[in-house]
């Protein structure tokens, strides 16, 4: 067996999203279709991102596994020519068996379009949102600002989301204007069912003046949908593209007003060790924020994470954090165990010395 990365471009307009539902067309029903036509086997693709009904893509991500000896590469030419004219696969290739496109790290990029005039033209009903009210680009840009970073967009989610953590990282939002057409562009670790959409029916209400690009920065705090404006047409939106992270970043370093932390994650290839240092933390946060990292170093090959909380002492032999229990381990084993460059850093970046902080194992709770 082998796995096959696919590349995925479609016009949404006439299906219900990605995901299959019964009796309803999608995008995955009509790929498993054709890819079980080519190689006469049954096929089941998962898809990197589930876009909703009306949502289109250039740059979707599916896998799927199979025997057959067609060679990766020529996959995409022989299942195309059984795709309907508004999918099309734009690229395949084999990828290890074991990858996943939803739990490697990835950035994601959406583009939504707004047609900003008086009448809108028929040729963009389908590809862009219209609104003929004038809309101030500088208002939204300044409201973009707040929501870079990571945060919990909770208020930018449907409350039908079955995600169990709102909390995402919104690495860049920009916005431009060409004619009478706005096109905001925002890249992502990932987002929540609606978030884009949610995201710029607020920027419309900003641009609009109807709210102020302030007020941005009380509705993501408020952590309630209903504190946001209303869902944007799903029509306006594209997925651009997924961009898969090749290799680890030497340190994982993440701030907002609620907490900051920073992640070494050079030892995790070779010793499957990370270490997660906590320089600040509300208290109310402490819990969520332990269970994302641990969970997500992990993912990426830990076995053990080493844990120090710089603020206080509010870590515990024995607590548990979502699939995770800490454990006390010798504290000069874990600071000798960084090399002097990482040391030095530490030091630099951080408030407190890493040598008179008490550290903790997290390991897999059996």
């Known amino acids: 067996m082998k796995r096959i990365r696919l590349t995925v471009a479609y016009d949404g307009t006439n299906y219900c999203g990605w995901q299959i539902q019964p009796g309803r067309p999608t995008i995955e029903a009509a790929l498993n279709r054709a890819l079980t036509d080519l190689f006469h086997e049954p096929v089941t693709v998962i898809g990197a991102s589930r876009t909703d009904s009306g949502v ?37 290739a084999e990828v290890p068996g074991d990858w996943h496109p939803r739990r490697a790290n990835a950035v994601k990029t959406y583009e939504y379009r707004i047609a900003n005039r008086k009448i809108p033209l028929p040729q963009e009903r389908l590809y862009a949102y219209w609104c003929h009210q004038p809309l101030d680009i500088e208002r939204m840009r300044e409201a973009a600002q707040y929501l870079i970073g990571e945060h919990d967009f909770k208020s930018f989610c449907t409350p039908r989301t079955q995600a169990e953590e709102t909390v995402r990282t919104i690495y860049d939002i920009s916005l431009s204007r060409n004619e009478d057409v706005i096109t905001l ?44 404006a209303e869902t944007a047409p799903a029509r306006g939106l594209i997925l651009v593209d997924i961009q898969y992270e090749e290799t680890l970043s030497a340190w994982l370093s993440r701030e907002n007003r609620h907490w ?52 206080g002492a509010r870590l515990w032999s024995g607590n548990i954090y979502g699939s995770y229990r800490l454990e006390m381990c010798i504290q000069d084993e874990v600071w000798e165990s960084l090399t002097e460059e990482e040391r030095r850093m530490v030091r630099e970046h951080w408030v407190n010395s890493c040598a008179e902080t008490r550290w903790f194992r997290a390991v897999l709770k059996l």
């Open 56 to 92: 289109h893509a250039r740059g979707n991500v599916a896998i799927f596994d199979t025997g057959s000896r067609i060679p990766a590469d020529k996959v995409c030419f022989a299942v195309n020519q059984r795709l309907p004219e508004d999918i099309r696969v734009l690229d395949s």
């Open 185 to 228: 562009r925002i890249s992502g670790s990932g987002f929540l069912y609606n978030m884009v959409r949610i995201i710029v029916g607020t920027f419309l209400r900003v641009g609009s003046g109807h709210l102020s690009s302030e007020q941005m920065e009380k509705i993501l705090e408020a952590r309630d949908r209903q504190a946001a």
């Open 260 to 311: 900051r932390y920073a992640i070494l994650q050079t030892h995790i290839i070779e010793e499957k060790t990370a270490y997660f240092l906590i320089d600040r933390c509300e208290d109310a946060e402490l819990d969520g924020v332990l269970r994302r990292r641990i969970h997500h170093a992990f993912q990426n090959g830990a076995t053990q994470v080493y844990v120090a909380d710089l603020e």
